[in-house]
């Protein structure tokens, strides 16, 4: 029997698609510092789904997601959700780092070197 798809169901295609090219405004603007390998040489996408979910950012060479926290996640309900989601990630042994939206925009050079922190 063939194991389970993790990575970039099928049947997640098309809200993957339109989140790569709706991009918030802190998404679009960390992927002009993470896309074509510029942070130390490592691969990153943005939109790719593990499970049901669809993290931010990956780095398969790292196991590494990086994910960017707007408002919307500062109620008692996003963060049980976020919660839930990072310890599934985790359990699949990948690294969840969060930012929050304005850290990427007032702090990019602190936020690049904690992302350069998790590379081995």
Known sequence: MKPERIHNKKEL???????????????AFLWTHLKTKQLEGRKFVKQHSIGNYIVDFYCASEKLVIELDGEVHNNPEAVKYDEKRTKYLNSL??????FENKMVFNHLPSVLEKIKMIFN
């Open 13 to 27: 295609l098309i809200k993957r698609k339109k989140l790569r090219s709706n991009l918030t405004p802190s998404e």
């Open 93 to 98: 042994n990948f690294t969840v780092i969060r």
